[in-house]
């Protein structure tokens, strides 16, 4: 064989960097005793009465693959639940596919509406996948930043300013991972209004839809002129506590998710029967559990925000997700540098906002779905080392004006014990 192998590889995968997350958890792998914020994964494991519906139908002997689809009856659940959450109304047989987790629902959009140089629009920081995902496909990425002061919001008129003659899609994340941030439907609609006018495409990626703690969130599809020109990806991983179920659906027009399915029949062929059979009991019966563990979030997202901001550290009101995103550039280190020291010097695992994009140089993601355990020694952990840093502590008020910068902190993360 002559000549390297690097040089025999697809050089849009060569050239592609690992991903920021898991590049950074090489390390958190090295390092014994690490409290980890960086995943973004529920510290509940899977109600019981969805893993029984599981292990009931393997007792049953459902260990067959599903049609390329999915199950008929997951799907019209699927459509069930959408119809009375969102008001938006998708035929089970045509215009839903179960897909193997978001991330796969997300590759089957890009690569059957994505031809070599189209142009895909997307805020940042985003999500590590989104970026890739066009690349992968032929495609080039347009992102347009986002800043704290606003929100982490995208605005339509900065949507107008990126559209040029090869544009084709618009993705949307709302609630956004990493920042936690959502979107007003005021906002959204006037997006909407610019995508239609455009003839845009929309992939709207609302894994996070039932985490949204202030106001209500809106579906993109459910506006007007929307649900024929967009491809709705959600799933069961974050608000069901299923991550590892790696389950997932993509809701759209039926000649795109008619595109997407040759794909999967291809590749994937089928997402998991006992996986589905799991998730058709979450909708039926999941959302009481669901609601205990969304309280439950809204109750860390208020005391971990207000910690951050008790160490000196400016900290963005997250209004969904699980995820907060403080500013650190207080520390006078970079987001790398101060991930980096904080693991070394303190094993406290938080991933650099830079992994999001360059947009998120100057933060760092912290994931409140840690244990509550994990969240109160990690939070003084933190504290530490932000003060040694030089970093002042915020004093909030009169009575804690007297109380030592350490105490302070305990008794924000005691209370997440408590």
Not at 131 to 152: D, N, Y
Not at 194 to 199: E, G, P
Not at 212 to 241: D, Q, W
Not at 265 to 274: G, N, R
């Amino acid at each position: 064989m002559t000549g390297s192998l690097c040089e025999r590889i697809n050089p849009v995968v060569r050239d592609m960097p690992p991903s920021g997350i898991r590049r950074f958890f090489d390390l958190v792998a090295e390092t014994r005793g690490v409290i980890s914020l960086g995943v973004g994964e529920p510290d509940f494991v899977t109600p019981w009465h969805i893993r029984e519906a599981c292990i009931y139908s393997l007792e049953k002997g459902y260990t067959m693959y599903t049609s390329n689809s999915g199950l008929l009856e997951l799907r019209e659940a699927i459509a069930r639940d959408l119809g009375c959450s969102y008001g938006v109304v998708y035929d089970p047989r045509e215009e839903i596919l179960v897909t193997v987790g978001v991330s796969e629902g997300l590759d089957l959009a890009m690569r059957a509406l994505v031809c070599p140089g189209d142009e895909v629009i997307m805020a940042e920081p985003s999500y590590v996948s989104y970026a890739p995902a066009v690349l992968l496909s032929g495609g080039r990425v347009v992102t347009i930043p986002t800043t704290m002061e606003k929100g982490f919001c995208l605005k339509a008129h900065q949507v107008e300013r990126a559209i040029t003659p090869r544009t084709k899609i618009l993705l949307l994340s709302y609630p956004n991972n990493p920042t936690g941030a959502v979107i007003d439907r005021r906002t959204l609609a006037e997006i909407a209004e610019v995508a239609v006018a455009r003839d845009l495409l929309v992939i709207s990626d609302e894994i996070y839809d039932k985490l949204t703690y202030v106001g209500e969130h809106t579906c993109v599809a459910s506006l007007p002129g929307m649900k024929e020109r967009t491809i709705l990806l959600n799933g069961f991983s974050k608000a069901y506590a299923m991550t590892g179920w790696r389950l997932g659906y993509a809701c759209g027009p039926a000649e795109i998710i008619a595109a997407m399915t040759k794909i999967h029949q291809y590749s994937i062929l089928c997402a998991p029967i006992t996986a589905q059979m799991a998730a058709l009991e979450a909708l039926r019966n999941g959302r009481a559990m669901m609601e205990r563990m969304v309280r439950e979030y809204n109750r860390r997202r208020r005391l971990v925000c207000q910690a951050f901001r008790d160490m000196g550290l400016n900290c963005f009101e997250p209004g969904g997700a699980f995820y907060a995103f403080p500013e650190i550039r207080a520390t006078g280190l970079t987001s790398e540098q101060f991930a980096q020291q904080l693991l070394l010097e303190e094993k406290v695992a938080v991933v650099p906002g830079d992994a999001f994009g360059p947009g998120g140089e100057g933060f760092v993601r912290c994931s409140y779905a840690a244990s509550l355990e994990d969240i109160s020694e990690a939070l003084k952990r933190m504290a530490q080392f932000v003060r040694r840093l030089g970093v002042k502590p915020r004093l909030i008020s009169t009575a804690h004006r007297s109380t030592p910068p350490p105490e302070r902190i305990a008794s924000v993360a005691g209370a997440l014990s408590s």
